[in-house]
């Protein structure tokens, strides 16, 4: 099955098991495995061994999994490290988010004339 399929064109492409099933999103293409992610708020990240791979029509890519085999090949996936959050953050303040991300205002009064402090 290597030789039949652009690795390059299934990343981003659905993943189905057996009947159907939702596997999720194919993120990444690892020497047997193939990588997907399932959900949206609550990501689950699966390992699908390249010898499962039943077919792929330039759309889905079709496993021989079901239901009860797929938690086996759940990864354990961590919160993200601060680095992913601050270039996920730099990335909406570019304007890949809906609201320019966080604006740091500056403050030209001296805090030290403030009779309140």
Known sequence: MDTEIDWNDVIKKEARG???????????????????????????VFHLPKSQIKSYDGQVLQFNISEGELKSYEVES??????EQYLSTTDIDRGGGSSGGIQIESDATNLNDDPKL
């Open 78 to 83: 961590s919160p993200p490290s601060v680095t």
């Open 18 to 44: 057996i009947n159907d099933l939702d596997l999720g999103e194919v993120q990444e293409i690892a020497e047997d495995k193939v990588i997907v992610q399932k959900g949206i708020i609550e990501k689950n």
